[in-house]
């Protein structure tokens, strides 16, 4: 059975048709890159998978724990977020934390680890992120690769199995996203499963193991990045290929 | 007319003056932290839309805010003892500070939590944290950061306002002029003297709340920067 399992979902923003029936499976380990055109979806996609956007119609199931349209009670969203690990654009870390009280607070506050275990679990992240000398830093005082690196490692002290990547290098500089794209590339090597969102084609080639092309709202493509990339199977595709690269 | 001025009338009365701003200073400090408390949970109750708690802190919001303090503090002092309610000019006093300024920090700090940013929540919903704990630990104290001037200044209000309770006869600063100068005459003198321990008041008062904030509102750190 598959870590992550999208039936049949659909979503709607008002008369927006957004989502309009998405399969999908991610296998344990496996590193997922959703490209597409803004408006085809991906992000409200990756959204869905931790509850952050509800879902009109199917079924989303993460590790066991399913989450059906209209069948999302808090306990169910808890069980989900347990599993599941989130990755913003803006990284949207809480400003009036240091980097090391932002790891801390769910670990504390979530998972009930004590103090002691939990600095110990947010220098371990940190140091993961090779970040281990900004623990008392606050994120205005860290450029933004770091803050994104920050945010990586307050999600990833959670233990989820999966952790969702929502166009994480878009906001920063050009000169930052390689130290961001190194820490997520550490990561898929250590067989940690990622789905992400991305306009860093080269990234998703290099380290994807599926592709996901969406187009007006579905799954327009799928398979492996190297071939698709080579020998894009739709006109769609060979377009958005050609316009970004 | 050659007005000879004689402060040292005043100063004889030097005891009814640190009463009188010592009963003032009791009832704003008094007044703002229960009202601070009920502005609150105002606050969040009106920002949540918690219903049906929502609509009673907008029809009082409105009350308040569209009434004048003194008619307020007139009907609690005279107004609830008709309903069998026995009050005290004291217990009126601090009950009309408390009831006036919870409304105005209702909205003050609703405003604050309002203004958070919705991926500061999004990303502690993502980290499985509920309501109540994205509350707490994540939107609370920036929000009370971003609206601590509005809040200080609306205390300060609030004490310069409390004057009028000396209309009961609750013998705070105001009531101690009154008294002074219905003894010595000397009105102009009196009330440049109490004018003038107001201004103080509301000095240290300000400072006070300032240095609050800084310690326990604000981020703890040696340089604070603008918080983006």
């Given at each position: 059975?598959?870590?992550?399992d ?6 709607h ?13 991610v ?44 069948q ?62 900004k ?91 190297r071939?698709?990339?080579a ?15 | ?13 030097t ?38 708690l ?30 069998g ?23 003050i ?8 940013p ?91 709340l ?15 920067p603008?918080?983006?």
């Amino acid at each position: 059975m598959s870590l992550v399992d999208i039936r049949g979902v659909h979503k709607h923003f008002g008369s927006n048709h957004v989502l309009k029936g998405i399969d999908l499976a991610v296998e344990p380990g496996e590193v997922v890159a959703i490209i597409g055109r803004s408006g085809s979806g991906k992000s409200t996609l990756l959204r869905t998978l931790n509850g952050l956007e509800s879902i009109d119609a199917g079924e989303i199931e993460v590790d066991g724990t399913a989450l059906k349209a209209h069948q999302d009670s808090a306990e169910q969203l808890r069980s989900l977020r347990l599993k599941v690990g989130m990755v913003f654009q803006q990284f949207n870390l809480f400003p009036h934390l240091s980097a090391g009280e932002n790891i801390m607070l769910a670990t504390t506050v979530v998972q009930g680890m004590d103090q002691e275990s939990a600095r110990d679990t947010a220098k371990a992240m940190l140091l993961k992120v090779g970040l281990q000398d900004k623990f008392d830093a606050y994120p205005d005082q860290l450029s933004g690769g770091q803050q994104q690196r920050v945010a990586i490692a307050r999600a990833l002290a959670m233990s989820p199995r999966v952790l969702l990547c929502d166009e994480i290098t878009s906001a920063l500089d050009p000169e930052l996203v390689n130290e961001v794209l190194a820490v997520v590339k550490q990561l898929a090597a250590e067989g940690m499963t990622l789905i992400m969102v991305t306009h860093e084609m080269r990234f998703a080639r290099e380290v994807g193991d599926k592709l996901v092309f969406m187009y007006q709202g579905l799954v327009h493509e799928y398979g492996d990045p190297r071939e698709l990339f080579a020998q894009p199977r739709t006109p769609e595709l060979a377009s958005f290929i050609s316009s970004v690269m | 007319m050659a007005y000879q001025f004689d402060f040292p009338a005043v100063f004889d009365y030097t005891d009814a003056l640190v009463t009188g701003a010592g009963v003032t200073l009791g009832l704003t400090l008094v007044g703002a932290l229960l009202g601070g408390a009920l502005g609150t949970l105002g606050g969040v109750v009106r920002a949540w839309r918690i219903h049906p708690l929502d609509w009673a802190f907008r029809l009082y919001v409105e009350v308040i805010r569209n009434t004048p303090f003194l008619v307020q503090l007139l009907f609690i002092f005279f107004g609830l003892p008709s309903l069998g309610v026995q009050i005290n000019e004291w217990q009126a006093s601090i009950l009309t500070m408390v009831v006036n300024l919870g409304a105005y920090t209702t909205e003050i700090i609703r405003a604050g939590i309002e203004a958070t940013p919705r991926g500061q929540i999004e990303a502690a919903q993502s980290l499985a944290m509920n309501r109540w704990q994205t509350f707490r630990h994540v939107v609370l104290r920036p929000s009370l950061q971003r609206v601590w001037p509005a809040l200080s200044s609306q205390v300060i209000i609030v004490m310069l306002g409390s004057a009028v309770c000396s209309q009961i006869a609750t013998e705070d600063l105001t009531f101690a002029a009154n008294f002074i100068q219905s003894r010595n005459f000397r009105a102009f003198e009196t009330y440049l003297v109490v004018t003038f321990l107001y201004f103080l008041l509301a000095l240290l008062t300000r400072q006070l709340l300032n240095w609050v904030g800084r310690r326990f509102v604000a981020p703890r750190r040696p340089c604070s920067p603008e918080v983006r």
